[in-house]
């Protein structure tokens, strides 16, 4: 039972991270679909940063760099899909897709030619962090307490508090909203786009290293994150691209996915001898029940996808 | 020139070199700094592929084994540039390939079907996937893309599990068609001896090109091919002309299932790979398709060499230096592709603009020259 509380909240702040990510980028109005992209690209970053620091290192200073070293190659990561959705023009959907073909391609080939460099037999994409995973957990009678888990609440409350209580937030939604309007106020709408997308990037990247770093100590870069970054912005649809609803959200979806990796740790569960596929499956099911029946009144930012055209009306 | 430049089909043409030419060079970019000597040799043995082989009997085998797995990748770069024609996304075409290669296996290990069943169980499983995706988007709004890649997994899941049906316990691949499933075994049509005797090449190579015209005359040539457009050019403007717009969007999403789900067979039945039942990450076959039809430039011809094309440099990734480099350079490269895709649109904007300059010129120069004509009138 404490297994599962712990993974459901785990798995819900890898999605409340990313979906965050999603939500950012969505109000400001550009759709990133390369969520799952930044996230390999967060996860390889972070778990590089992980394999460098020297033994010494102390528990929080390996936290702090692993979790900086995410955020920005996210971040950096994301410039790929603002140059070119907000100057090219490009078709947002195509773009987030090929980013997140290059984010697995990408991370492979770095993390094999590192391997393959420090030891020529070594031609695999994995990196381990056993010891230095520990730094991110306490154990507390058997609850492995996480700091993401602090660092996700206080990025939801942050977000909640930047989105609906300053000019930089409203703004920002006004951009996604009715870009031209925005714009005929005096709001640099590329400007406020370049925002959303580079903090959709720096959440992407964060959420990455906490799902390589959920219930496993290495990581083989040739996986991606199956789907997660998709998953997320079925969070982000459920949670009506509201943070206080997108946590609710993330907690739901993060329950069945928890599901599938301690159901043989419940005796009635296993006996119904149900195969793990099942299990697997579930929350992409489930995801696609709740899209069904909450997508037709969705309240998307409106602008979200339309390349923004001075010219136009 | 100028006209050449100006006809769409030529610049698409440009804009596709210019994204190969992108994706190769920051490919090469990445070698050199992995390690730069050896970085040539290696982009070069990328791009050969077979010719990598020096003797010609060998080229021929090689030919045929990136010619086999091109049928399949074309058929799913059809599927996905069908419904991108109606202004779907259909992303889901990787999903519709598994459901696919699970249903074929499923019929010719399992039920000892005879080929031509086999490839139309196939297409139907595709198609059901494709209609769940298209359901979901006509009757509930619900994201195209979101839907199909959670069907994707979902498919994954599924036919991992239906398949562990179909193998030896101590092994973690399907049986081979060859031992369980003779009758499903595409015929080759005599095409193996062209290619050096690789029994794989086979009648999929012709079927998918077949496939590929009939796509085009159903996009090009029927009221169906128009009316779909039309749905995917404006939603409401079509359903104000009394299109059944629902339904067209379920029928494309189907079609472009089926076109993924005989991929699916085209790929398994050639008996060329056994599925693996623990594999934990969705097939390429379907992304590779969204590169190969984004850069035949959406047109189904196009997708014919632009599938060759992409298989042919996936297929070069191993015969990189493996001591040194890594065979995902050409997926890494095949995705910067598709990246630079992105901004065909741009290109071609730039293209007919400064043609458009050019023209612009051009007009005021005579409009000049008979004014001074007029005048010259004036002075006699």
């Known amino acids: 039972m404490v297994l599962l509380i712990q993974y459901t909240l785990l798995f819900a702040c890898i999605l409340s991270l990313v979906a965050l990510g999603g939500c950012f980028s969505e109000h400001s109005g550009v759709i990133n679909l390369g969520l799952e992209g930044i996230m390999v690209m967060g996860a390889m970053g972070g778990a590089l940063m992980m394999k460098y620091l020297p033994d010494g290192t102390s528990a929080v200073m390996i936290v702090l760099a692993t979790i900086l070293a995410s955020i920005i190659l996210g971040a950096i990561y994301s410039l790929l899909l603002g140059v070119a959705a907000i100057h090219f023009k490009a078709d947002q959907t195509l773009v987030g897709t090929a980013m997140n073909m290059l984010g697995v391609a990408m991370a492979t080939v770095i993390v094999k030619s590192i391997n393959t460099i420090s030891n020529p037999d070594d031609h695999s994409s994995i990196v381990q962090y056993i010891s230095e995973k520990k730094a991110f957990v306490i154990n507390i009678n058997g609850f492995e307490f996480s700091w993401f888990m602090v660092l996700t609440l206080l990025i939801v409350i942050a977000s909640y508090i930047v989105l609906y209580k300053t000019k930089f937030g409203l703004r920002l939604m006004a951009c996604g909203e009715h870009p031209q309007a925005a714009d005929s106020v005096g709001i640099n709408v590329y400007k406020m786009r370049w925002a959303g997308v580079l903090i959709s990037g720096a959440l992407g990247g964060l959420g990455g290293i906490c799902y390589i770093t959920t219930g496993v100590s290495e990581w083989k870069f040739e996986y991606g994150v199956a789907g997660f970054g998709f998953l997320s912005l079925a969070v982000m649809i459920f949670g009506k691209w509201k943070p206080q609803n997108i946590v609710l959200a993330a907690l739901l979806f993060g329950f069945f996915r928890a599901l599938s990796n301690v159901y043989f740790g419940f005796d009635f569960l296993k006996n119904l001898n149900i195969p793990s596929g099942i299990y697997n499956m579930l929350p992409y099911v489930i995801s696609l029940i709740v899209l069904a029946f909450t997508s037709k009144r969705s309240r998307a930012p409106k602008a979200e996808g339309i390349p923004y055209d001075k010219g136009t009306r | ?380």
């Open chain 2, 1 to 380: 020139m100028k006209k050449i430049l100006k006809s769409s089909g030529a610049q698409s043409f440009i804009a596709s070199l210019a994204c190969i030419f992108g994706g190769l060079l920051v490919g090469f970019l990445v070698l050199l700094a992995i390690e730069p000597t050896g970085a040539f040799q290696a982009i070069l043995n990328v791009v050969k592929n077979f010719f990598y082989y020096s003797r010609t009997e060998m080229q021929l085998k090689y030919l045929g084994n990136t010619l086999v797995k091109s049928a399949p990748l074309l058929m799913c770069s059809l599927s996905i540039l069908f419904s991108y024609k109606v202004g779907l996304f259909n992303i889901g075409a990787a999903g519709q390939y598994v459901m696919g290669s699970c249903a074929c296996l499923y019929a010719a290990l399992v039920l000892d079907w005879h080929w031509t069943a086999c490839i139309l169980f196939a297409a139907v499983a595709g198609a059901l996937f494709g209609v769940i995706t298209g359901l979901l988007k006509a009757y509930a709004n619900v994201n195209e893309v979101i839907s199909g890649i959670m069907l994707n997994w979902i498919g994954l899941y599924f036919t991992n599990m239906v398949l562990a049906n179909a193998k030896d316990a101590a092994s973690a691949y399907t049986y081979t068609l060859k031992a369980e499933g003779k009758a499903a075994i595409l015929p080759s049509l005599g095409l193996n001896a062209i290619f050096g005797n690789n029994q794989y090449v086979g009648i999929a190579i012709p079927l998918s090109i077949i496939f590929a015209v009939l796509v085009w005359l159903i996009l090009e040539k029927t009221k169906l091919g128009y009316e779909l457009k039309a749905t995917g050019f404006n939603r409401n403007a079509a359903k104000y002309c009394g299109m059944a717009e629902k339904r067209n969007i379920i029928l494309s999403l189907a079609i472009s299932g089926a076109l993924a789900g005989m991929a699916g067979s085209f790929m398994y039945q050639t008996d060329m790979e056994q599925w693996q039942v623990t594999i934990a990450s969705v097939p390429g076959m379907g992304f590779n398709g969204i590169a190969a039809a984004f850069l035949g430039g959406l047109s189904p011809i196009g997708a014919i060499f632009a599938s060759f094309f992409i298989q042919h440099i996936t297929d070069g990734g191993s015969n990189v230096d493996l001591s040194i480099y890594c065979s995902q350079i050409s997926d890494l490269i095949s995705s910067l592709i598709i990246y630079l895709c992105g901004f065909v649109g741009f290109l071609k904007y730039a293209m007919n603009s400064s043609n458009a300059g050019a023209e612009g010129k051009k007009t005021t120069e005579k409009e000049d020259s008979v004014k001074k004509d007029d005048k010259k009138g004036e002075n006699k």
